[in-house]
């Protein structure tokens, strides 16, 4: 997922709480679905992030 995607998916999670605490939902499964879809997308950035660094790491210390 893009940054956008990523960004998007934590937008819907705080809108799905702020309307479950607000009363505008009634419907928690959505609030935890929406907050288990926008970690998992953000820890999956994470571990893409920490990889592309050990790669340019691994590549910064190879000698010509």
Known sequence: ???QEVNQLQ???DKALQDF???KSQ???EV???SQ???LAFSML???RNKLQEAYDEVKNLRI
Request: net charge positive; hydrophobic share 40%; no cysteine.
């Open 37 to 39: 879809k926008a970690s």
């Open 11 to 13: 937008q819907d999670a």
């Open 32 to 34: 935890i679905s929406a």
């Open 21 to 23: 605490v607000t009363g």
């Open 27 to 29: 419907n928690m499964g």
């Open 46 to 48: 994470t571990q893409i």
């Open 1 to 3: 997922k893009n940054l």
